[in-house]
Nanobody
Framework: QLQLTESGGGLVQPGGSLRLSCAAS????????IGWFRQAPGKEREAVSC????????NFADSVKGRFTISRDNAKNLVYLQMNSLKPEDTAVYYC??????????????????????WGQGTQVTGSS
């Protein structure tokens, strides 16, 4: 059974850091492009970052560029989202998602929820002030 499980969320002060993990099981992980999304209370889910199957291509929302990095370890079926210099507006539930059509995903299609086929349950990130 295909499954994505996020972890690593928590409460963090402004300027702090967190590393989120997305663990995959039940499918051939390195065939899939992976995206991170977030959804704040009362807002729509938005794309945060994308990584290609081999990790050679990544992309980020303008709001997180220079603060967040994404990486993957295909041997361990893991994707990481390193979040630095966190701001209160980064508060949201963070989701990872997998796309079985990864070709060119991180060039443009990654910002659309419909580009992804499988989703995790999310992990809460809360920025305190």
């Amino acid at each position: 059974q295909l499954q994505l499980t996020e972890s690593g969320g928590g409460l963090v002060q402004p300027g702090g850091s967190l590393r989120l993990s997305c663990a995959a099981s039940g499918f051939t992980f390195d065939y899939y492009g992976i995206g991170w999304f977030r959804q704040a209370p009362g807002k729509e889910r938005e794309a945060v970052s994308c990584i290609s199957t081999t990790g050679d291509m990544t992309n980020f929302a303008d709001s997180v560029k220079g603060r967040f990095t994404i990486s993957r370890d295909n041997a361990k079926n893991l994707v990481y989202l390193q979040m630095n210099s966190l701001k209160p507006e980064d508060t949201a539930v963070y989701y990872c998602a997998a796309s079985k059509a990864p070709l060119g995903l991180c060039r443009g299609g990654w910002v659309r929820l419909g580009s992804f086929d499988y989703w995790g349950q999310g992990t809460q990130v809360t920025g305190s002030s």
